[in-house]
């Protein structure tokens, strides 16, 4: 089979709104290396945006899943229950920050989440309007999209959105917003256009994913608790990208010295398997009634028990100081290229969440035809790169925490190369 074979049966059967990158097809995968069907090999710094933190088919997660597989595969949860997602409840509830009784549910995808974080909220203060922020990613369904604030291509022509959600500047210098800025237009927003009192919650991303890997200054989070203390508005922590030692901590919200009443999470949870979660405080949790949260494959009992193997493996080997590491030795160089790539404008993140940000350096403009052409000549020699950000001029670096230091080190070769040959 060839992979232009596949990509026009692709285009002949499947809907162009699903939007590929990539024109090969995986064949096989092991931690941090994908081939495709002709053979040819790539590293993967995209991670299935974020999902493989411990790597692709970590024998643990294998294991696991097989342990499982040979029991029982599918029971739903609600009507028969079983240890598993119980374990990984206690276990989550254990791990998440904030010094409080906490309870956990479990549903599939990282949207369904945020959802059910929403209807959540909203029912332990019966209040109806939502607050996100510009520049926010929170899914795709029709809820998600709207606290989504990005219009093309996720909110154009699916109107009309969900109703009662508002949007304010999330700190961003990059795009002109100082710290001092986003404090007074959240202000402003509750002082004109929606009534605190009316509030359920705020939802913020500590870490922007699809908006740029923008992180939230500590003093913004802490105003943010601040604020939603003084009004009993409910603050939720999209953790579903930043979580499971993406930021070189379990959870992001550790580095802030604040917690969020709710937290989301997803993607690498179960290390590939499908599955997210919310943790927030028990009396939050409990709000809803029987019957008022799940979904046929929520906390399905093979992505569970990969789950429980994530959070060993995570533990066991030292993941998170080991992804610090490497976001650091990647960071350096990025910025040591700054000299002779002088349309790098910034380099940041936390841990192994690490972009690099394009402009002009004399009028500042994006430069995102820049990045389109550093991903070609980095997939070409075989390393996979994610772009981000509203303009598409940030390249997101997404590697398994699992990735052997000379496959990296090979990897930083293809990209500074790319970088350079591109100017």
Known sequence: MKNATLVERKNAATPRGVGV????????????????IEGKRYIDFASG???????????????????QLARFIHTAYQVVPYESY?????????????????KTAFFTTGVEAVENA???ARYA???????????AFHGRTLLGITLTAKVNPYKKGFGPLAPNVYHSPFPNEQQGVSLDDAK???????????DPQQVAAIIIEPVQGEGGFNVCPPEFMTFLR??????????????????????GKLFAMEHYGVAADITTMAKSLAGGMPLSGICGRSDILDAPLPGGLGGTYAGHPLATASALAVIEVMQEENLLEKGSKLGDKLQAMLNELRAEVPVISDVRGLGAMVAVEFRCPKTGAPQSDFVKKVQQDALAKGLILLSCGPDANVIRFLFPLTIGEELFDEALGILRDALLANQ
């Not at 090969?24 to 495709?36: H, S």
């Not at 203060?125 to 520049?135: A, E, K, L, Y």
């Open 21 to 36: 990158m990539c024109e090969f097809y995986a064949d096989r995968a092991e931690n941090a290396e994908i081939w495709d």
């Open 49 to 67: 945006i974020a999902v493989c933190n411990t790597g692709h088919r970590h024998p643990r997660l294998v294991a696991a899943i097989e342990e």
């Open 86 to 102: 119980v374990e990984l409840a206690e276990k989550i509830n254990a791990l998440v920050p904030g010094d409080f009784p906490k």
């Open 118 to 120: 929403i209807k959540i």
């Open 125 to 135: 203060t019966q209040r109806p309007h939502i607050i996100s922020f510009n520049h």
């Open 184 to 194: 007074r237009q959240l202000k402003s927003l509750l002082a004109v256009s929606v």
């Open 226 to 247: 601040e604020l939603c203390d003084e009004h009993g508005i409910l603050l939720i922590a999209d953790e579903v990208q930043t979580g499971f030692g993406r930021t």
